[in-house]
C-alpha cells in the first residue's frame, strides 16, 4: 500500500475542523475513523496491478552514436479506470529521456509509452523491471507492484567507414572487368584471350592459341573469387590502450566491417576469431550481402579483456579451424617487445600454409609528437616509438607477412585497398 502527501494534508485539515466542533479526544477518534475509512475505500476502490498488460519488442537495435525509440505498449485489460505512475528502468549507460510516466486509462483501452534510449558504448543494454504505482479515486492511497517485462537494446559497432564500402566494390568490379576492361593482373580465373602488346608478361603467351590464330595471343585473368579468408581480433590487454576516441578494438572492429562487406562483394567466404586466452566470439562460413550485418552482431559485445594474450593459443586455434590456403588478417599491436617475445616465434606456422597480413593502428598523437620541437624530450620519446616501429614492420616484411597500419580514421581504407592489391595480383 502507498499513501500519498494528499493524505496528510487531508488529515490535518479534518482533525482541524472536528477538534473545532467536538471536545478534543472525541475529535480526535472521530477524524481517525474519518480518515481510515476513506483510506480503506480509496484502497477497496484502487485497480490491481494485474489489470494491466505490458508488452515491448524484446531486442531493439541501433548504432552506437544514434539513438532509438523503444515502446511499452500499456493495457488496461481490466474494468476500473486506471490511474498512476509508471517507471521504467534502464541502465545509465542507455541514456533514457523519459523514465516516469504518467498513467490515465479507461477499461479495455491501451497506450503506448515511448522514450528514447542513445548507449554509449557497444553492447546489450538489458531493461529493468518496470515499477507501477496506481491510485485510487480520492488519490489517498495506492498499490506499488513491480512487473518484468523482459527486453534489451543492443548498440552495434557504429561502422561509419561503411560510406567507403560502394566506392571499393565499384573498384573491385572494374578489376573483375565488369565495368571497363578486363585486368591484367595475375589471377587464377582465366577469362580471355587477346593481342599480345610490349609489355606483357611472356609467360602469359598462349602458344596453341597463336598457332591457331594470325597473332600471338595471351590469356587474361580475373582476379581471385571465392577464396577463403580468417580475421583474427586480438581481444587482449594491448586491445584496451586508447587511440583517438575509442581503443584500438574498437578501430579494428571498424577496419574488420569494411573489410568483411568488401570480401562479401568479391565471393569470398570470410571468418572471424576474437580471441585472447579464449574464443571471445566468432562467425564461421559467412559470405553474401548479410555479412556486415552478422559481423556486427557478433562484435557488439566483444570488448578488450585484461589479460595478456596467449599468441601460442591463438595461433593452434586458427590451425584447428583453417584448413585449407586462406588470407589470414591478424589484427594486433606491433609494439617491440609484443612482436619480439610473441608474434615472430608464433608467425612460421601459419605462413607456411597462409598468407598472413598483420594489421595494426598507430596513434596519431605519437606522429604529432615527434615533431613538437618546444617539448624536445617527448619528441624524441616520439621519434624512438616510430623508428622501433618501422624496424618491425621492416622484419616482418622479410618474413614475408604484409603489414598495414595507420591512424584510426585511415585504418580501414588502407586495409581495403591492401586487399584489393592482393585481389588483384592473386596472390590470395
Same mark, same amino acid.
Request: charged share 25%.
Given at each position: 500500500?502507498?499513501?500519498?502527501?494528499?493524505?496528510?494534508?487531508?488529515?490535518?485539515?479534518?482533525?482541524?475542523?472536528?477538534?473545532?466542533?467536538?471536545?478534543?479526544?472525541?475529535?480526535?477518534?472521530?477524524?481517525?475513523?474519518?480518515?481510515?475509512?476513506?483510506?480503506?475505500?480509496?484502497?477497496?476502490?484502487?485497480?490491481?496491478?494485474?489489470?494491466?498488460?505490458?508488452?515491448?519488442?524484446?531486442?531493439?537495435?541501433?548504432?552506437?552514436?544514434?539513438?532509438?525509440?523503444?515502446?511499452?505498449?500499456?493495457?488496461?485489460?481490466?474494468?476500473?479506470?486506471?490511474?498512476?505512475?509508471?517507471?521504467?528502468?534502464?541502465?545509465?549507460?542507455?541514456?533514457?529521456?523519459?523514465?516516469?510516466?504518467?498513467?490515465?486509462?479507461?477499461?479495455?483501452?491501451?497506450?503506448?509509452?515511448?522514450?528514447?534510449?542513445?548507449?554509449?558504448?557497444?553492447?546489450?543494454?538489458?531493461?529493468?523491471?518496470?515499477?507501477?504505482?496506481?491510485?485510487?479515486?480520492?488519490?489517498?492511497?495506492?498499490?506499488?507492484?513491480?512487473?518484468?517485462?523482459?527486453?534489451?537494446?543492443?548498440?552495434?559497432?557504429?561502422?561509419?567507414?561503411?560510406?567507403?564500402?560502394?566506392?571499393?566494390?565499384?573498384?573491385?568490379?572494374?578489376?573483375?572487368?565488369?565495368?571497363?576492361?578486363?585486368?591484367?593482373?595475375?589471377?587464377?580465373?582465366?577469362?580471355?584471350?587477346?593481342?599480345?602488346?610490349?609489355?606483357?608478361?611472356?609467360?602469359?603467351?598462349?602458344?596453341?592459341?597463336?598457332?591457331?590464330?594470325?597473332?600471338?595471343?595471351?590469356?587474361?585473368?580475373?582476379?581471385?573469387?571465392?577464396?577463403?579468408?580468417?580475421?583474427?581480433?586480438?581481444?587482449?590487454?594491448?586491445?584496451?590502450?586508447?587511440?583517438?576516441?575509442?581503443?584500438?578494438?574498437?578501430?579494428?572492429?571498424?577496419?574488420?566491417?569494411?573489410?568483411?562487406?568488401?570480401?562479401?562483394?568479391?565471393?569470398?567466404?570470410?571468418?572471424?576469431?576474437?580471441?585472447? !586466452? @579464449?574464443?571471445?566470439?566468432? $562467425?564461421?562460413? %559467412?559470405?553474401?550481402? /548479410? +555479412? #556486415?550485418?552478422? &559481423?556486427?552482431?557478433?562484435?557488439?559485445?566483444?570488448?578488450?579483456?585484461?589479460?595478456?594474450?596467449?599468441?601460442?593459443?591463438?595461433?593452434?586455434?586458427?590451425?584447428?579451424?583453417?584448413?585449407?590456403?586462406?588470407?589470414?588478417?591478424?589484427?594486433?599491436?606491433?609494439?617491440?617487445?609484443?612482436?619480439?617475445?610473441?608474434?615472430?616465434?608464433?608467425?612460421?606456422?601459419?605462413?607456411?600454409?597462409?598468407?598472413?597480413?598483420?594489421?595494426?593502428?598507430?596513434?596519431?598523437?605519437?606522429?604529432?609528437?615527434?615533431?613538437?620541437?618546444?617539448?624536445?624530450?617527448?619528441?624524441?620519446?616520439?621519434?624512438?616509438?616510430?623508428?622501433?616501429?618501422?624496424?618491425?614492420?621492416?622484419?616482418? !616484411? @622479410?618474413?614475408?607477412?604484409? $603489414?598495414?597500419? %595507420?591512424?584510426?580514421? /585511415? +585504418? #580501414?581504407?588502407? &586495409?581495403?585497398?591492401?586487399?584489393?592489391?592482393?585481389?588483384?595480383?592473386?596472390?590470395?
Amino acid at each position: 500500500m502507498v499513501v500519498t502527501g494528499r493524505f496528510a494534508l487531508l488529515a490535518t485539515a479534518a482533525a482541524a475542523v472536528v477538534m473545532f466542533v467536538v471536545p478534543t479526544w472525541v475529535g480526535v477518534l472521530g477524524a481517525c475513523a474519518l480518515l481510515v475509512a476513506l483510506l480503506l475505500t480509496d484502497i477497496a476502490l484502487t485497480a490491481r496491478a494485474d489489470s494491466l498488460s505490458l508488452t515491448r519488442d524484446p531486442l531493439t537495435v541501433v548504432r552506437l552514436g544514434r539513438g532509438t525509440e523503444v515502446e511499452l505498449v500499456v493495457t488496461n485489460i481490466g474494468t476500473a479506470r486506471v490511474r498512476g505512475m509508471l517507471w521504467d528502468a534502464w541502465p545509465d549507460s542507455a541514456r533514457a529521456e523519459i523514465r516516469e510516466q504518467h498513467l490515465d486509462l479507461a477499461p479495455h483501452t491501451r497506450i503506448r509509452l515511448r522514450t528514447t534510449l542513445t548507449p554509449t558504448y557497444r553492447g546489450d543494454r538489458v531493461a529493468g523491471p518496470v515499477t507501477v504505482r496506481l491510485l485510487g479515486p480520492l488519490g489517498l492511497a495506492g498499490r506499488q507492484s513491480r512487473v518484468d517485462v523482459p527486453a534489451r537494446v543492443r548498440a552495434l559497432p557504429a561502422f561509419r567507414s561503411e560510406r567507403l564500402l560502394r566506392s571499393k566494390v565499384k573498384r573491385l568490379h572494374h578489376l573483375e572487368g565488369r565495368n571497363v576492361a578486363n585486368t591484367r593482373g595475375q589471377g587464377t580465373e582465366f577469362d580471355s584471350f587477346r593481342e599480345y602488346v610490349a609489355g606483357d608478361d611472356v609467360r602469359s603467351i598462349d602458344w596453341r592459341a597463336t598457332a591457331r590464330a594470325n597473332d600471338v595471343l595471351v590469356r587474361t585473368w580475373r582476379p581471385e573469387r571465392n577464396r577463403h579468408m580468417l580475421m583474427v581480433l586480438d581481444t587482449g590487454r594491448a586491445s584496451a590502450g586508447r587511440v583517438g576516441e575509442g581503443t584500438r578494438l574498437d578501430s579494428a572492429i571498424e577496419a574488420a566491417l569494411l573489410l568483411g562487406g568488401l570480401a562479401a562483394a568479391a565471393g569470398d567466404t570470410v571468418d572471424l576469431l576474437a580471441y585472447d !586466452r @579464449r574464443v571471445r566470439a566468432e $562467425v564461421r562460413g %559467412a559470405g553474401g550481402n /548479410q +555479412l #556486415p550485418l552478422k &559481423l556486427m552482431h557478433t562484435l557488439a559485445g566483444v570488448t578488450p579483456q585484461l589479460v595478456d594474450t596467449d599468441t601460442d593459443g591463438l595461433v593452434r586455434t586458427v590451425i584447428a579451424r583453417v584448413r585449407r590456403r586462406a588470407l589470414i588478417v591478424w589484427f594486433t599491436s606491433l609494439d617491440g617487445p609484443t612482436v619480439t617475445e610473441h608474434l615472430v616465434p608464433a608467425l612460421p606456422m601459419l605462413t607456411r600454409r597462409h598468407r598472413v597480413l598483420i594489421v595494426s593502428v598507430t596513434d596519431p598523437d605519437i606522429a604529432a609528437a615527434a615533431g613538437d620541437r618546444a617539448a624536445v624530450y617527448t619528441a624524441a620519446a616520439a621519434e624512438t616509438v616510430l623508428a622501433e616501429r618501422a624496424l618491425v614492420q621492416e622484419s616482418l !616484411r @622479410r618474413r614475408g607477412v604484409a $603489414v598495414v597500419a %595507420a591512424a584510426p580514421d /585511415q +585504418l #580501414p581504407e588502407a &586495409l581495403a585497398d591492401e586487399y584489393l592489391e592482393l585481389k588483384q595480383s592473386g596472390s590470395l
